[in-house]
């Protein structure tokens, strides 16, 4: 086996790894500094055999970047919201960006604004009066028996402090690092939890580049490194 392939088949077997891990794996079959192994990384990289993640970690191939939906209700909706309060920041997302992910399909019509934490309430109580269906971070119990999610609706969320958001034609919007932690995380997420995050996790690493230390460093700020580190390290 050549050293292309060893180095192709230590991808196959994981989302990412460092020169490191490679070396380790690589050395315990043929001798190789790790100049000689970037030179091979470099070349398969430029072949689009592998692909640079972020500093120091690679991974099988090259994949396409994760941009949510911007449809004209999120649009309207963030246009509505940043100009009665100018002053905080405000993401918002829809619900169908996550349906994209996920293995069994559930329908999700809501759109989702997150603000500080000490905002929500004024921003939930803004869209009551404008006449919007709208739930104020709502727990898993109250999802569960009063939310039904094929029915269009706005849900206010609290968030998180130098989480892991971008620019969208000029709309504050989740990166796909952020949704995945979310995901897992918040309350009214339940119904994602457990087997089906795995599955959501499958499918984002299959389909898009992601940043995994980006997104273990927002896991953290969140409490749930571990969670996401078995998450992402499963193999079916």
């Not at 963030?78 to 996550?98: E, H, K, M, Q, W």
């Not at 992910?101 to 000490?118: I, R, W």
């Not at 990166?175 to 309350?187: G, H, Q």
Request: glycine fraction near 4%; charged fraction near 25%.
């Amino acid at each position: 086996m050549s050293t292309a392939d060893l180095i192709l088949d230590f991808a196959n077997s994981r989302n990412s790894f460092t020169l490191c891990e490679l070396a380790g794996y690589v050395r315990d079959r043929e001798d190789i500094s790790d100049s000689g192994l970037l030179w091979h990384i470099k070349k398969l990289i430029k072949q689009k055999h592998l692909s640079r993640l972020s500093r120091g970690l690679y991974g099988k191939q090259a994949k396409s970047d994760f941009i949510p939906s911007l449809t004209e209700d999120l649009r309207i909706l963030y246009a509505n919201l940043t100009r009665a309060f100018p002053l905080i920041d405000i993401v918002v997302y829809s619900g169908n960006d996550i349906n994209s992910l996920q293995h069994h399909l559930s329908a999700n019509n809501a759109l989702y604004v997150e603000v500080p934490k000490d905002a929500t309430e004024a921003v939930f109580h803004y869209l009551t009066d404008k006449k919007i269906r709208a739930y104020h971070r709502p727990t898993e119990d109250f999802m569960s028996d009063y939310v039904d999610l094929a029915e269009k609706s706005v849900i206010v969320k609290a968030l998180t402090t130098e989480a892991p958001i971008k620019t969208v034609d000029g709309v504050m919007m989740p990166t796909l690092e952020k949704m995945l932690v979310d995901i897992n995380a918040d309350p009214d997420f339940y119904y994602l939890q457990g087997n089906e995050a795995f599955n959501i996790m499958q499918n984002a690493l299959s389909l898009y580049s992601i940043n995994t230390p980006k997104m273990l460093r927002y896991a953290s700020r969140r409490g749930i490194r571990e969670t996401m580190l078995t998450i992402l390290n499963y193999k079916d």
